[in-house]
């Protein structure tokens, strides 16, 4: 196959852009599943997310009076293609760590940036009082949780004396996953709270706070560009674990790792 053509499919299809969304998008029901139990309901079916994702591209997009609408417009989609990078860089070097370059670790936390910058460039550019509240809050967020969640990474990067993810990969193959130590562990949990953070789950959801500032940043979005935001949240409580896996806990290497997926979602939840 062409080597341009295959690494078009492998951002747009597997393991990009369309494997993470619908992974994504599954992992949002399990959140709501796991909720709704705690809560003594029955919660939803396992096809919401995905219908509630499709009503939404349905919908008419509106852009306010006097928002900037090149911003406006286009923010969504700034955190959506981050992802998607991620993503099919995570996997390409899980399964294939020779592939992995210098410096890969450092691209991919620049990459993580993008979907909090594009909340706060969309909150920004719509004009709107409260967006402009939330946009704010989130960037006083991003710069609380930013830092404990680099150091997570640095201790990764300090115990294995790489910044390539494969070579990080295949000491954990060696000599076991990191999260089996101390340091490992210290740095797993943290992570776990940045990740919440990032996903501006409770208790780091004030951006959002709905008894305040209704929807916060996406105040003003309605059809495509919502239905983007909530895509690229989703894709992001997909790959913030496997980021987590694939750094202390052994990488995404058998069967095993989707039960590692699943605890550190439920983690996540709780």
């Known amino acids: 196959m062409n080597p341009i053509l295959k690494s078009i499919l492998q951002f747009v299809v597997y393991p990009g852009f369309l494997f993470s969304a619908a992974i994504g998008l599954l992992i949002t029901w399990v959140d709501r599943k796991v909720t709704a139990r705690i ?5 939803p079916p396992i096809y919401q997310p995905y219908a509630d994702f499709l009503k939404l591209l349905l919908k008419e997009t509106l852009i306010p009076e006097g928002a900037s609408r090149v911003a406006f417009i286009l923010a969504p989609f700034i955190g959506l293609i981050g992802v998607s990078i991620v993503s099919t860089m995570l996997f390409i070097m899980n399964f294939n760590p020779e592939l992995s370059f210098v410096g890969d670790i450092i691209v991919i936390v620049y990459l993580l940036a993008l979907p909090p910058l594009a909340v706060i460039v969309g909150g920004s550019s719509s004009r709107n009082p409260l967006s402009s509240v939330g946009a704010s809050r989130e960037m006083v967020l991003y710069f609380g949780y930013e830092l404990p969640f680099l150091l997570a990474i640095a201790i990764a990067i300090i115990k294995t004396g790489s910044l390539k993810i494969g070579e990080i990969i295949i000491y954990q193959r060696l000599f076991g996953p990191l999260l089996y130590s101390i340091s490992g562990i ?3 949990i943290v992570f776990l709270l940045a990740s919440q953070a990032k996903l501006s ?11 305040e500032i209704m929807a916060g940043p996406y105040l003003e979005y309605s059809g495509v560009s919502l239905a983007v935001f909530k895509l690229t949240r989703a894709m992001l409580f997909f790959i913030l674990p496997v980021l987590l896996i694939t750094l202390l806990w052994g990488g995404m290497t058998s069967l095993w790792s989707i039960l590692k997926l699943i605890l550190i979602v439920v983690l996540i939840v709780l």
């Open 39 to 43: 809560q003594w309901r029955v919660g």
């Open 186 to 188: 210290i740095a797993g």
């Open 201 to 211: 789950f409770v208790p780091f959801d004030i951006p959002e706070a709905e008894q």
